[in-house]
């Protein structure tokens, strides 16, 4: 499995950007997702997830600014997407994708945790 981040870089405060992770090499698709973000001096911090049902979580200090949405057209690879506006400087950091474990057992790649990670974008808001 393998995942791949891309679309961030600098951005002044009150813009806007639109991450995208493409995860090859999954055999079961359906599974769950989320971003992460590492910002200076702080713990990586979940941003936005989404399960094996298709439903979205957000870390509550980031609803109404950032969405969370896939590609699920695409025929191979899950394409995941991290729209973000209104930003502050505060959101500068690393902004990773991630998913859990591509197993056949239902809990492992639906309910457990994240195994799965991109090298990550930097997003760099600027006042």
Known sequence: ???AESGGGPV???GSLRLSCVISGLEYRRISMAWFRQRPGREREEVASID??????YTESLKGRFTLSQDTSHPINNILYLQMDALEP???G???CACAQDSADYSRR???QY?????GTQVTVSS
């Open 1 to 3: 499995v393998h995942l």
């Open 12 to 14: 002044q405060r009150g």
């Open 52 to 57: 094996c049902e298709w439903r979205v979580t």
């Open 90 to 92: 505060e959101d500068t």
């Open 94 to 96: 690393m902004y990773y």
């Open 110 to 112: 639906c309910l457990g």
């Open 115 to 119: 195994t799965n990670w991109g090298q």
